[in-house]
């Protein structure tokens, strides 16, 4: 215990001092008791030699009674050093001389007592004539044995001095540099790493300890170093992640794991408040308000609402774990995202879907919505529209035509009651749902209000406008079991009040279910041609050059004739597929089929197009998949395909149909709009339609060569149509003199039966293929 407090120095000095003493006093003990062990058998050797030597002597005194020599034997015994005392005996155990040494000497362990028979031996037979006992002192072996002791006893303390000294200097000849590698080491751990470590060339050990921790200081040097840098980078990295933190759009909280806060910005503290450092914050007190739907908020990520500073927020939260090296988890990061204006969007786009953007109506998507939750309730559907809309649209202007469809919304919004759902389906075509078992009875009288009320002029703007309403209702359970069934029958009641005269009111009647048969027997014969590969097929018409009567293009229009070589005419098969969904498989076959052509034609030299016309219903995300996989299928590229739309498909729903349309043109597809100025679309608004192509119905050219007004309005549609980057094709073309005022007013390209009626596939290829083949030849060779 003593020693361990003791320097490593001392310890090892004394350590090495101590297992000398401990190997050296015993060999010392050893030594000196060896020696007195060799001295005392000497003694014994010495004594025993003696005595019997003596006892010869003594005997032929003895067989010859000589007592005196006796005596005077015995007396001379004092010339011995050795000799303490002797003593001759008789056989019969008389004393017959003796000596004592005086004065008589202490007694000694190393004292010797012998004793021997005195034999005459002279005689025949040898004769035992006494005892002869003599006493050996110790003592003067003693006193040599310690002479001997203290002098190796000196020679011991010596040799142990020079040794310890020897000691002594190889240690400290060893620590020294023991003690500046100590010292090499302090100053490595406190951080001091430029002085050089000492004793690096030695070849022993300790150069081998010094070139190791120079290394190690070399080493720490790099590391230190090293550090520095990463402290550096590390500083430069919360810079810029304060920077990072601060102009970014999301308000971001850091938690340690126990929810204290790390960090916060300025956007989470414009979100949630200032909260302190180390604070513990429960996320879900911040979130309390809960997701939009009510439910409370669980998980990591979902929408929720906060009040701060009288404004409200929509918030998409992220909470995400943070991880250490080693798997723990040390805290989370909650990012809060802004997303109040995406919602407000999303909410007037959902409220789009579903409604009117002019009249502020629900549509066609709210009605069928509503008819799908009737179940088996009684309900009525009346369907209306205006009579002579579109001659007021034409000549009044399309604001005056906004305006009158505002007029009849606003109208048919004071009509009905809270339970009743007032809807427009398009253009001049409106609706109204009652509930109900009465509904049948006040379907009747809102219908004759609606007629009533625009009976006479409406005030719109400055201008008394005259039309009318001409109505058409159908009933459930009363004329058909499925609510769904009730579009179709209003539809036929309402095609019933057109065809009766205007301005009146129709129930549906078990009558016109022949038209509906019809129409069912229609479905179904399509179905069945679809899934046979039967039809419909495309017929392709003519695009011209207005001026040289080139080819440019062709449009694929379907027409369908069965199996028993009846036909059904487009107006009548087109919207039964768009009402039943077959108008998808319908228009992937025209499209299949168009693409098939249009790669062989373009093979042959052919530079043109091939047009397809696309149905507004396809324009959810349908059609652009269609054509995808048609050009895919048939390895037709996208500039020998055109797409075809009217004005119906952007007005029914802008956003959705825009986005169709940009991405067909991305796809690098053509996209022409059809029958422009038919129908509710003015010169103001084709800015908005992003299309390449505009096509002007044949209701102005029929009107072209005898009306300078008409002639006017295809100039200002060319012209308008020219200056956004579109090319301008006119429809319905039947005559040369039509021909000629439409070249006159600029149209660049024809359609119609003045280049001949549409021609089937097989006759386009028989006809032109090979004609295309050899222009391009003929081209080729001029170039050359």
Request: charged share 25%.
């Amino acid at each position: 215990m003593m020693l361990s407090r003791l320097s490593f120095r001392l310890q090892l000095i004394t350590g090495c001092v101590l297992v000398l003493i401990a190997t050296v006093v015993p060999l010392f003990i050893y030594d000196v008791m060896s020696e007195g062990r060799k001295q005392r058998h000497e003694l014994a050797r010495f004594s025993a030699h003696e005595t019997e030597s003596l006892a010869r002597i003594v005997s032929i005194p003895m067989w010859d009674f000589n007592d005196p020599f006796l005596t005077d034997m015995m007396q001379s015994l004092s010339e011995y050093e050795e000799i303490e005392s002797a003593e001759l005996t008789d056989a019969a155990g008389e004393v017959l001389a003796s000596y004592t040494r005086q004065p008589m000497r202490a007694q000694t362990a190393y004292d010797v007592v012998v004793e021997r028979d005195v034999i005459y031996t002279e005689i025949q037979n040898p004769e035992v004539l006494g005892t002869l006992r003599i006493a050996f002192s110790g003592a003067p072996l003693a006193k040599q044995i310690k002479d001997t002791a203290l002098a190796r006893s000196g020679l011991f303390v010596a040799l142990l001095l020079f040794t310890s000294l020897a000691i002594y200097w190889a240690l400290e000849k060893l620590l020294s540099p023991i003690d500046r590698l100590v010292e090499s080491i302090q100053k490595i751990g406190t951080g001091c790493l430029d002085d050089d470590i000492r004793d690096v060339g030695r070849a022993d050990e300790i150069g081998k300890v010094a070139q190791a921790l120079d290394q190690l200081r070399q080493s720490e040097r790099a590391m230190q170093e090293l550090r520095a840098e990463q402290d550096q980078h590390k500083l430069q990295e919360r810079h810029r992640l304060a920077l990072a933190l601060e102009s970014t759009e999301d308000g971001v909280l850091v938690l340690d794991e126990n929810d204290a806060l790390v960090l916060q910005n300025d956007r989470a503290v414009r979100f949630f408040g200032a909260f302190d450092k180390g604070v513990g914050i429960d996320p879900a007190l911040i979130f309390s308000s809960g997701s939009d739907d009510g439910s409370p908020n669980t998980g990591s990520d979902f929408t929720t609402k906060v009040e701060r500073s009288g404004r409200t927020y929509d918030l998409r939260i992220r909470m995400d774990p943070i991880w250490d090296e080693d798997g723990r988890q040390i805290g989370r990061v909650v990012l809060a995202s802004d997303i109040t204006e995406q919602v407000r969007q999303k909410r007037r786009a959902d409220y789009l879907a579903k409604h009117d953007a002019l009249t502020g109506l629900p549509n066609r998507r709210a009605l069928e919505a509503a008819l799908e939750d009737v179940g088996s309730k009684p309900v009525a559907l009346l369907f209306g529209d205006l009579d002579r809309f579109k001659t007021i649209n034409d000549t009044m202007g399309h604001a005056t035509g906004d305006a009158l469809l505002r007029h009849v919304g606003d109208r048919m919004r004071k009509l009905v009651g809270p339970d009743d759902l007032p809807v427009r389906l398009g253009g001049d075509e409106f609706a109204l749902l009652v509930h109900g078992s009465d509904c049948r009875t006040r379907i009747e009288f809102l219908g004759d209000t609606l007629i009533e009320a625009f009976s006479v002029p409406i005030q719109v703007d400055d201008l008394l406008l005259q039309t009318s309403f001409s109505l058409g209702f159908a009933c459930a359970p009363d004329d058909t079991e499925n609510a769904k069934d009730l579009i179709q029958l209003a539809d036929l009641a309402l095609y019933q009040a057109k065809n009766t005269g205007r301005g009146r009111i129709c129930p549906f009647e078990k009558s016109l279910q022949t038209d509906v048969a019809r129409r069912q027997v229609i479905r179904e014969a399509l179905s069945d041609a679809l899934n046979a590969g039967q039809g419909p097929n495309p017929v392709y018409q003519k695009q011209t050059d207005a001026v040289t009567g080139e080819i440019r293009g062709f449009e694929a229009l379907a027409r369908w004739r069965q199996k028993d070589g009846t036909s059904v005419s487009p107006g009548e098969f087109i919207p039964i597929a768009e009402e039943s969904g077959l108008i998808e498989s319908v228009t992937r076959r025209i499209l299949v089929e168009s693409c098939n052509l249009a790669h062989d034609l373009a093979h042959s030299g052919f530079p043109g197009r091939i047009s397809v016309n696309a149905s507004p219903i396809l324009f959810d995300g349908t059609i652009t998949s269609l054509v995808a996989e048609s050009l895919d299928k048939t390895g037709c590229t996208p500039d020998q395909l055109e797409i075809e739309i009217t004005e119906q498909v952007v007005l029914s729903n802008r956003i959705v149909a825009t986005q169709e349309i940009e991405a067909l043109r991305r796809m690098g597809v053509s996209v022409a709009l059809d029958d422009f100025g038919m129908g509710y679309s003015s010169l103001s608004y084709l800015q908005r339609f992003p299309v390449d192509k505009v096509k002007i119905d044949r209701a102005f050219v029929v009107e072209i060569a005898r009306s300078e007004e008409t002639r006017a309005i295809v100039r200002a549609i060319v012209d308008l149509s020219g200056a956004l980057g579109m090319s301008v094709t006119a429809e319905g073309a039947e005559t040369e003199d039509e021909r000629r005022w439409l070249t006159e007013c600029g149209v660049e390209t024809i359609q119609g039966y003045v280049d001949g009626t549409p021609i089937s596939e097989a006759e386009l290829r028989k006809e032109f293929v090979t004609g295309f083949e050899l222009l391009a030849t003929a081209k080729t060779q001029g170039a050359a």
